[in-house]
């Protein structure tokens, strides 16, 4: 994935995605995306990323009467940086945020703190759960882990689309198209819209995707594939972690569906803290730096 800043009805917590009965026909072979096709898509990318942030500066300097989009910027990135938020949540949190009162000392005044949830069975070697990618490469290593799988990634939910944090196993082609998940032609999306986990057991025939995104995701190496959401507090859906698989899946035990949902319930409420607490923290921390230069 690319490395600019700012980029990339039923009580069954398990859902199959249905597949058609003709089959399959051969299997693309392996490479990637041809010229036009790799341009158009790191063109889309750019754009996504780079729209958040600018509307983002287009808010700061509305609302502090910055001198420009490049103070606005620079304002944005010294706090990135200070408070260990990614850019893009950052510039996020900004438009999806009401701002403060006009002329308030305080964006957040009488704001209450608390703990954060436990992540029981997260904990990596490290035992880090500090920062928001050490929370999501332990949730990928765990559900890889339940899933017996090799590859996989990691989703947040960002102005109605799932942008890609995490992966481990996936190719370049893989990551990059899907940098940005905006419509319902994948299993993630589906299990988003749904709030409920998702199995395509042969991604060659499943009928969710559309033929690009499948013929990205055989190139990759999946046949099969399963997506759980990270629901916070009222089921809101705020990431998505899948697993990928070199070969069709037969389907996954109860106890393997229920450990997958306690996995996502747990780190959905943890999302939920760091969106109530640190990036509010970065907020606010922003609004005194912009603040001071009026």
């Not at 950052?90 to 608390?114: H, K, M, Q, S, T």
Request: hydrophobic share 35%; proline share 7%; net charge neutral.
């Amino acid at each position: 994935m690319s490395q600019d800043p700012l980029d990339p009805t039923s009580n069954d917590p398990g859902r199959e995605a249905d597949a058609p009965p003709t089959p399959p026909g051969p299997l693309p072979a392996t490479g990637t995306m041809p010229g036009p096709r790799q341009h158009d898509v790191a063109l889309r990318n750019r754009q996504l990323a780079h729209a958040c942030v600018e509307r983002a500066q287009d808010i700061l300097i509305g609302r502090y009467r910055l001198d420009s989009s490049q103070v606005a910027f620079d304002l944005l990135r010294r706090t990135s940086q200070r408070m260990n938020i990614k850019l893009h949540t950052l510039a996020e949190a900004v438009i999806r945020v009401p701002g403060p009162d006009a002329d308030a000392e305080l964006w957040f005044p009488g704001r209450a703190r608390y703990s954060p949830p436990p992540l029981p069975g997260l904990a990596g070697p490290e035992g880090d759960h500090s920062g928001h990618g050490a929370v999501l490469k332990s949730t990928l290593r765990r559900v890889l882990h339940l899933t017996q799988a090799g590859m996989g990634n990691v989703q947040v939910a960002e102005h109605g689309m799932l942008r890609l944090e995490r992966h481990t196993g996936l190719s370049r082609e893989f990551t990059d198209f899907f940098a940005f998940v905006q419509d319902s032609t994948t299993a993630c999306a589906q299990a988003a819209q749904e709030g409920r986990q998702v199995t395509v057991k042969d991604v060659a025939v499943a009928e969710v995707f559309d033929e690009d995104s499948r013929h990205t995701i055989l190139r990759a190496g999946s046949r099969g594939c399963h997506s759980v959401p990270l629901t916070g507090p009222g089921g809101a859906v705020l990431g998505m972690v899948s697993s990928h698989h070199e070969r069709p899946l037969a389907g996954f035990t109860r106890t393997q569906l229920d450990e997958l949902q306690a996995v996502g319930e747990q780190v959905g409420r943890w999302l939920a803290w760091h969106r109530n607490t640190r990036v509010l923290d970065a907020l606010e921390h922003l609004h005194a730096a912009a603040a001071a230069l009026r």
